[in-house]
Nanobody, 116 residues
Framework: QVQFVESGGGLVQPGGPLRLSCAAS????????MGWYRQVPGKERELVAR????????IYIGSVKGRFTISRDNAKNTVYLQMNTLESGDTAVYYC?????????WGQGTQVTVSS
């Protein structure tokens, strides 16, 4: 059974940083392209960042480019999302999953709230 467990969310002031972690199990992680996604109420979940299996290539949506960094540790089956200079528009529930996602394996996500 494929599982993804996200952690690291919380309340942060605008301009502040936050680092998310996601532990994966049930997959051969080192061969898996991974993504961080986010969702706000009433909107579809969107891909925020993506990283290839060896971590050599990353892509980001335009609104987070230059502020977010996705990385991975294949020895720990973990993917990270370093978020800097957070904005109110980044408020969402953040999820990790394979890219493309395994729809039956969405975790509970971790809430990120950017507010003063």
């Amino acid at each position: 059974q494929v599982q993804f467990v996200e952690s690291g969310g919380g309340l942060v002031q605008p301009g502040g940083p936050l680092r998310l972690s996601c532990a994966a199990s049930g997959i051969i992680f080192r061969f898996t392209v991974m993504g961080w996604y986010r969702q706000v109420p009433g909107k579809e979940r969107e891909l925020v960042a993506r990283i290839t299996d060896l971590g050599l290539t990353t892509i980001y949506i335009g609104s987070v480019k230059g502020r977010f960094t996705i990385s991975r540790d294949n020895a720990k089956n973990t993917v990270y999302l370093q978020m800097n200079t957070l904005e109110s528009g980044d408020t969402a529930v953040y999820y990790c999953n394979r890219n493309p996602p395994i729809n039956s394996s969405w975790g509970q996500g971790t809430q990120v709230t950017v507010s003063s």
